[in-house]
């Protein structure tokens, strides 16, 4: 079957990729990864917690070699691609195939039903039914194959923001959003928020004033939302107990609590192992995440953040397995594995991955929280936004008599 020209033009939708000059800061890996540390540093400072790291010199210490080391593989990248980088001036357009973004859409959608339901007979009703009163697993516990069931629901999620059509973003966005909140899974909410808002700034026309107030308004409906299921998940009184809330900021508002303390805590218990942990073996744990959950061993470090009581929490930045795997050699590694990859991207004639770049960009904007690079998730995750660019996006304009014999 063949398709003439209007009706091609009504199942391909234009993105037109802005310029590298046109990009907000939040779409720069360099700019977003010295965005984040700082607003780490700046949380800190204010010390919501008890058990906040007392002073700067260890945490600068820190971004320091992480910047350093960073730049340093972003720019190893550059020189070797001197003659290929694109024109920060240039604008692009990336031919999106409508109805075959819609038919991966629908086989992701019904690879990650068939887990939700595959879940609901072995462990019952999802943890949101804890709400309504219903007995259900806490949300760490509850379910099996989430580490395939996530990146299934963030890429139909993500996917769906670059269909035309609001039924089609709705049916297909709603479910994976619906799913998600069914599951208490803020983080890949947030993961998939910010890739959306990621990809809107990058293929939109919006004037660069209004991406920010865009992204503004995006990032405190992210921080309610997270809010209210942490508030769901979480009372106050064990919040305030477990994180060692100070008196001074027990009356504030939790929006702010959450936020401060999700982005100060991470860094002062990396803060902490950094200062307290003493490297005397190389471990490879790093790894770990890379694994299937049921063939995850124990993790040999985990002895040590039990016994220190000022970490507090499970979180400790990116940073943290590098460090005890191989000390500050770690730190410098993983952070020059980041420059390369984001240099990779930067330094190409043209933007051909903006799915695999967004995915990149919020693994960046999570390094205050957790290592998302390494994870089996971020893994599959990364596959199916490849799949998804390989098979619905056309990298060169058709020629007019490609558009007259274009095939179905």
Known sequence: MTLNR?????????????????????????????????????????????????????????????????????????????????????HEDIPLDIRRLRVLNLAFLLVALLIVLINLKIAGLPPAFSFFSFDTKDYLEYGKLKQILFPFLVAILVNASLDPSYCFKFFFGGISAIVMGLYLTRLNLMFAAFQIIILFAITSRVKIRNLYIVAAIAVLCALMLANLLGNNRTSKDVFMEFLQIKPDYRDAPMP????????????????????????????????????????VPDDPHQTF???????????????ATYFMDFSFAGVAFINVLIGIASGHFMAGRRMTSPLVFSVLLAGIMFIFFFDLFSPLSTLILVIVMRLTEVYAFAFRKPTASAERTLTA
Not at 19 to 42: D, E, G, R, T, Y
Not at 269 to 284: G, K, T, V
Not at 305 to 319: P, Q
Request: with cysteine; glycine share 4%.
């Open 305 to 319: 953040i039990r016994s220190d009581a000022r970490i507090i929490d499970g979180a400790h930045t990116y940073l």
């Open 6 to 90: 209007a009706t091609y033009n009504l199942r391909v939708r234009w993105l037109s990729v802005r310029s590298a000059a046109a990009l907000p800061f939040f779409c720069h890996p360099v700019k977003l990864f010295c965005f984040v540390w700082i607003v780490m540093l700046a949380t800190l400072s204010i010390h919501v917690s008890e058990s906040s790291y007392p002073t700067l010199g260890t945490p600068l210490g820190l971004f320091a070699l992480s910047l350093l080391s960073m730049a340093a593989g972003y720019l190893l990248i550059l020189l070797l691609n001197t003659g290929r980088i694109r024109s920060p001036q240039v």
């Open 256 to 295: 702010f609590l959450w936020a401060a303390s999700y982005f100060s805590i991470p860094i002062s218990d990396m803060s902490w192992i950094a200062r307290e942990y003493h490297h005397q073996r190389l471990s490879l744990t790093s790894l770990y995440p890379v694994l299937p959950v049921f063939l």
